[in-house]
Nanobody
Framework: QVQLVESGGGLVQAGGSLRLSCAAS????????MAWFRQAPGKEREFVSA????????YYADSVKGRFTVSRENAKNTVYLQMNSLKAEDTAVYYC????????????????WGQGTQVTVSS
């Protein structure tokens, strides 16, 4: 069982930055692929970024590539999402998720989810 708690969301002006954190419980954090998804009002949940268990590979949605950076510290059971050059269209609830499967871009592949943290970007 893995429990995930996100933090770091808030209100920021367009062009600004935020850093999201996701703290995980459990002794097997370093075995999981970790990802960030987001869901805007009236839209489906969408993949944002993922990082492999070892942290050696990262993946990004085209919409955030070059602006967002995912990282993890397995010793601290924490994954991060650094978000720079934020745009109004990045406004959403951001969720942290964990899976042992490889299809990192599919929300259905994730077994554990956090409660989400709101990110609002004002234009």
């Amino acid at each position: 069982q893995v429990q995930l708690v996100e933090s770091g969301g808030g209100l920021v002006q367009a062009g600004g930055s935020l850093r999201l954190s996701c703290a995980a419980s459990g002794r097997t954090f370093s075995s999981y692929v970790m990802a960030w998804f987001r869901q805007a009002p009236g839209k489906e949940r969408e993949f944002v970024s993922a990082i492999t268990a070892s942290g050696t590979r990262t993946y990004y949605a085209d919409s955030v590539k070059g602006r967002f950076t995912v990282s993890r510290e397995n010793a601290k059971n924490t994954v991060y999402l650094q978000m720079n050059s934020l745009k109004a269209e990045d406004t959403a609830v951001y969720y942290c998720a964990a899976t042992l499967r490889f299809a990192y871009w599919l929300a259905a592949q994730y077994d554990y989810w956090g409660q989400g943290t709101q990110v609002t970007v004002s234009s």
